[in-house]
């Protein structure tokens, strides 16, 4: 299968963030994305390939174009060792701007479109590695490690050929793709995730978030406890799945964050290595073309093994 990745992104590199005032290490890291790619690089059948550029008019239509400056601006403004952190367009403490944000944030944007165009060109799956992630970049807003929201800008980019649905199952609600689709009936959004009355990102990902006006009935969440296990997750992914096949999309996109996984130094679910071999496989059953772009995922050490059980799975094949 073809994975879309560009080195390049190891330049954005924040030095911390903070949590509770408190400055911690930067979680999330350029060694996520190289611990995957060197496991990827271990089996020839995945054909890694760099991203080509799309034009800036697609980051427009999820983002507002005073953001767009913002981050732009800033970024150029910014000396080696400096960060930007919370400001106006900055929600929380873990999107600090940093040089290179602006360049390799829209990077992964063309990462995630290029594997988008793979698809449309007939490969299935395509694994875009993102780096930054995107899922909680919103319409004028930053947060959570993201700032371009690279799942929305290729739902969008696919939307234009058919019916899509974004599963998000990255550990974290997904509150920039819900929001951007929340009004639409083109684009069905399910996410699973930790409950956020206890974690990340707080506001949004309740179950009785179901859409608004025309996109009622096509925003649909699945909070889950904190400690979900293997079975307990399979079990609320399988009626995920349900309600994405009943919308009988022609492209799906999955926004795979791997903070699920049981020693994820964030998250807080009890998930396996070979979970994500079902997970895969369990997606794959719907038989729908379907691109992967990664999200976040914070166990460096076992990351490599986690996208490999994840994308072996989503070609339907065994560990
Ligand atoms: C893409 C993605 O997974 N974003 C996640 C954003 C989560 N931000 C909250 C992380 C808080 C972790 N800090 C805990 C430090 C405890 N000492
Ligand atoms: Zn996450």
New binding site residues.
Partial sequence: MYVIYNPTHVRHDPPY?I??G?R?PY??TAARAEAIIARLRQDSSYRITRPRHFPLAWRRRIHHPRYIRFLRERSGQLGEAEALNPSYFIT?T?APIVQHTYRVAGQAVDVALTAADKLLQGENPVYALCR?????AEHLSM????YFNNAAIAAEYLSKHGRVAVLDI???HGNGTQHSFYERSDVLYVSLHADPQV???YISGFEEEKGRGQGHGFTRNYPLRLGTTDAEYLGTLRNALRCIASFVPDYLIVSA?F?TYAHD??GGFALTVPCYQAIGQAIAGLNIPTVAIQ????CVPALGDIAYAFLQGLQGKNL
């Fill in positions: 963030e949590y509770d408190v911690a979680a999330e929380d873990y930054p992630p995107g899922h909680h947060g959570g490690y993201c990255d550990f974290h974690r990340y990102p964050g903070d130094p964030i999200e976040g995922g914070y």
